[in-house]
């Protein structure tokens, strides 16, 4: 029954219980309706971010095939490690044919310079601009999309977050895919070499720079030293030479007590002046 103040408790309670029924039933209903599919799906999303982010989507699944990993993987980083070693010695050599090179030959520093600028440039050329502009034709990728791929490979990064020669691309047929597979893997390889000798390279130039600076800070160190060294030598023998005079101006002076009646000193006072003048005679 309505009165003036709103409907009543019992009425608002009703209402309530008649709500929370009906909006459960509708739960239930559509949860048989779209149960199932939304769980397929929600699997499907859930796969499908285990597989899009890092290299792991050739990873093993089962715990053999992980075993297998770890002793394959102990054997084979070695050997890579060799290799990739031999190649950055072998492109180290090939650098160094380069820095040879006279492009400037009446100015050696600038030569040096021309020659170190033509190695950057020939091996981001080769190793950086040329692949990235292969990815990003057939990846379907942006030209920065490929480049950072190009960078984050090979610095060993390896967020995974784009992967060349796995996925959908323009390639379409077999042979050419695994041809590009292939020399995707053999331009990881020079890559890897390459990218590991411009750091070491950069490392060993900060290497240099600071033992240049230590051995300058070392040169300056000792020189202060030796200046000091000389100035207490001079100012020693200035002592010496002073007391001397001072000693030779002293020895062999005649020194008698002034008098009671002369400027007032008694013959107390006089008699300790003649003890410190002896005593000054005798050292």
């Known amino acids: 029954m309505m ?38 799906r929600r699997l499907q999303l859930e796969a499908f971010l285990r597989n899009f982010i890092g290299y792991g989507n050739l990873a093993p699944k089962t715990y053999p095939g992980k075993v297998a990993l770890v002793v394959y993987a102990l054997i084979g980083i070695p050997i890579t490690l060799i290799m990739l070693n031999y190649l950055g010695q072998l492109l180290t050599r090939l650098s160094t044919r380069v820095n040879k090179c006279k492009l400037c030959s009446t100015k050696p520093l600038v030569n040096k310079l021309l020659n170190m600028v033509l190695i ?65 893997y053999i331009w990881i390889l020079f890559g890897l070499a390459y990218l590991s000798l411009l750091i070491n390279y950069i490392s060993n130039v ?50 008698e007590a002034p008098s009671g009646n002369n400027n007032g000193i008694d013959q107390e006072s006089g008699s300790v002046t003649l003890l410190r003048i002896a005593q000054l005679e005798e050292t």
């Not at 019992?10 to 599919?37: N, Q, T, W």
């Not at 090979?154 to 042979?175: C, K, P, Q, V």
Request: charged share 25%; with cysteine.
């Open 3 to 40: 009165t003036s103040e709103g409907p009543g408790w019992k009425r608002m309670v009703v209402l309530l219980v008649l709500v929370v029924v009906y909006l459960c039933v509708g739960a239930a209903i559509f949860s048989h309706i779209e149960g199932d599919p939304e769980i397929e």
């Open 120 to 184: 950057v440039t020939l091996g981001l050329t080769i190793l950086f601009i040329l692949p990235a502009s292969v990815f990003s034709y057939v990846e379907d990728w942006t030209v920065l999309e490929a480049l950072y791929y190009c960078f984050v490979t090979l610095s060993t990064i390896g967020f995974g977050d784009y992967i060349a020669a796995i996925s959908e691309n323009r390639i379409g047929h077999r042979g050419t895919g695994d041809l590009y597979r292939i020399v995707t």
């Open 206 to 255: 900060f290497i240099k720079k600071a033992e240049e600076m230590e051995r300058l800070t070392k040169e300056k160190l000792e020189a202060e030293i030796s200046r000091l060294q000389q100035e207490l030598a001079k100012t020693g023998k200035s002592v010496c030479k002073t007391a001397a005079n001072v000693k030779s101006s002293v020895k062999g002076k005649m020194w």
